[in-house]
């Protein structure tokens, strides 16, 4: 039957493929991972390791990509936090009220509105970075002067005399030096060959007003 299809001799021969979908494998996009199955406490030390990381990066700013990856705004807020409470009540008032409120304020919006207004600077000239890739760099390299509040702030408990006041200044400068290096060593390539040191310049204003909030600190 049907062997006229075929001369003698030949067998007929169907060619192709056969394509069936995978029930259980999913693919392209599909298989990265989808953090709304992650467990909060998972979702929080992941979170928490980014920021550590940030943090090492600037003590260390070996290269210069690990905070324009991925940003972030916990880690500056942290600090930001930080210091706005070691900072808060350093002011006398004429009627001896201390509540501290004012202060807080006033370092929270200095840290905020300067970073703010650095960004801005770097765009205007030029800068190829976003909005918020800078102020995630210039709030982690906060850190260094942080650190050099708390270690004053430790010294404060001691008998304060004139050796200390220069230990706490070359402490302080030692942070803002330390946050100008790692901010330019992050920022610098960002901005046009021939504009650097107009970027640079609010930076380093920037840093130094918030190390010399740090100098002037001097209640515990």
């Given at each position: 039957m049907f062997s006229w299809m075929y001369p003698a001799g030949d067998v007929g021969v169907v060619e192709g493929e056969m394509n069936i979908p995978s029930q259980g494998a999913p693919s392209g996009d599909a298989m990265e991972f989808n953090t709304l199955d992650e467990?909060?406490?998972?979702?929080f030390m992941r979170d928490l390791r980014a920021v550590g990381n940030k943090f090492y990066h600037v003590l260390i700013p070996r290269e210069k990509t690990s905070?324009?990856?991925e940003w972030d705004l916990w880690g500056p807020l942290l600090l930001c936090t930080l210091m706005a409470t070691i900072l808060q009540g350093s002011t006398q008032r004429a009627d001896n009220s201390n509540d501290g409120g004012p202060e807080f304020a006033e370092v929270f919006v200095l840290v905020w509105i300067g970073a703010a207004i650095v960004t801005i600077n770097s765009k205007l000239l030029g800068g190829n970075i976003?909005?918020?890739?800078?102020?995630c760099v210039l709030g982690y390299c906060l850190f260094p002067v942080a650190l050099a509040l708390v270690v004053c702030r430790l010294i404060l408990f001691a008998t304060?005399?004139?050796f200390l006041f220069f230990l706490r200044l070359i402490i302080s400068m030692t942070g803002f030096v330390w946050a100008t290096f790692a901010a330019t060593k992050f920022l610098g390539d960002s901005q046009p060959p021939g504009k650097k040191a107009?970027?640079?310049y609010p930076i380093c204003l920037f840093y130094f007003i918030l190390s010399?909030?740090?100098v002037s600190h001097?209640?515990?």
């Open positions: 467990p909060i406490k998972e979702t905070l324009l990856k976003s909005f918020f890739q800078s102020v304060q005399t004139t107009l970027a640079v010399w909030l740090v001097s209640n515990v």
